[in-house]
C-alpha cells in the first residue's frame, strides 16, 4: 500500500513569510481530491502540530522539531531519513496541501523507482519539493550529510531574511529551502515526474502558458492559493475541483 504524506504546521518567527497559514480545510479538501482520483489502495498520513479539525479518515502523527529553528521546510528533509522505516513503513508520495488534483492520478503515484521528485521545466532550482516519492530510507544520506553549518542566515529580498543553504546556493539552485538542498546532493540524478507526466505549476501556467487542461495535479506555487478568491476566479476550471 502507498502512503501520500503531507504536511500542516504553524511557522513560529518567521521573518520571511509570503503565504498564510495553512488550515485543517486544506487538509481535508487534499484528501478528498486523493479519495476521488485515485484507483490503488493508499493511506494518507498528514504530519501536524495541530490535528483539530482533520478528518478522522486522515492518520494525524505529531511532526519533528528537528530543523524547525531554520523556519521554511528544512524540517521536511527529515522524511529522507531511516527514521521513516518504522513511522511510515512503506513506499510513500509526500505532497504539498495546496495542490489541485483535476484527475486520476493512480499513474502518477503507483511508481517504481525507489526514489522520485518532481522537475518543473526552467527553474533555477531543478528539484521541487513540493512532490516526491521514495522507499523509506533509500535516500538516507540527504538526511544524514545535511551540515547545518551550511545554513547561513542572510537577505533574500524586500527586506526579508532567511536561512539559506549556501553550497546550494552556490551552484545556483536559489529556490526554495529544502529543494534547494534536495537538489544540490541529488541532482540530476533522479527519477522524475515532468510536465508530460500530467503536473504543472502555477507559475508556469502564468509565466510560460502552460496548458493546464491536460494536466491532473496543480500545484498553486508561490502565493497561490487555492482558498483565495482572487485564485479562484484566476483559475475557475482549477478550483472548480478543489473541493
Known amino acids: ?17 509570503y503565504r498564510e497559514d495553512y488550515r485543517a480545510e486544506h487538509v481535508n479538501i487534499f484528501a478528498s481530491m486523493i479519495d476521488r482520483n485515485i484507483n490503488i489502495p493508499y ?27 531554520y523556519q521554511m521546510c528544512y524540517r521536511r528533509l527529515k522524511l529522507f531519513s531511516d527514521e521513516m522505516k518504522d513511522i511510515i513503513g512503506s513506499k510513500f508520495v509526500a505532497m504539498d496541501i495546496d495542490c489541485v488534483i483535476t484527475g486520476d492520478i493512480t499513474g502518477i503515484i503507483n511508481f517504481k523507482e525507489d526514489f522520485k521528485i518532481l522537475a518543473p521545466s526552467e527553474r533555477k532550482t531543478p528539484y521541487a519539493g513540493g512532490m516526491f516519492g521514495m522507499n523509506p530510507g533509500s535516500r538516507s544520506f540527504v538526511w544524514e550529510e545535511f551540515n547545518e553549518n551550511d545554513l547561513k542566515w542572510q537577505e533574500h529580498k524586500n527586506g526579508n531574511y532567511r536561512y539559506v543553504h549556501q553550497p546550494a546556493y552556490n551552484r545556483g539552485f536559489t529556490v526554495g529551502s529544502d529543494q ?11 527519477a522524475v515526474w515532468a510536465e508530460k507526466d500530467g503536473i504543472a505549476l502555477t507559475s508556469d501556467i502564468k509565466k510560460r502558458k502552460v496548458n493546464y487542461l491536460d494536466k491532473k495535479i496543480i500545484f498553486t506555487n508561490g502565493k497561490d492559493d487555492p482558498s483565495h478568491k482572487k485564485f479562484q476566479e484566476e483559475f475557475p476550471l482549477i478550483t472548480k475541483h478543489w473541493c
Open 1 to 17: 500500500m502507498i502512503k501520500i504524506v503531507c504536511f500542516k504546521w504553524k511557522p513560529a518567527g518567521e521573518t520571511f513569510r
Open 43 to 69: 493511506e494518507i498520513t498528514c504530519f501536524t502540530d495541530n490535528p483539530t479539525g482533520i478528518d478522522s479518515h486522515i492518520t494525524t502523527l505529531p511532526v519533528w522539531d528537528d530543523l524547525k529553528e
Open 180 to 190: 534547494a538542498y534536495m537538489s544540490y546532493k541529488m541532482w540530476p540524478n533522479a
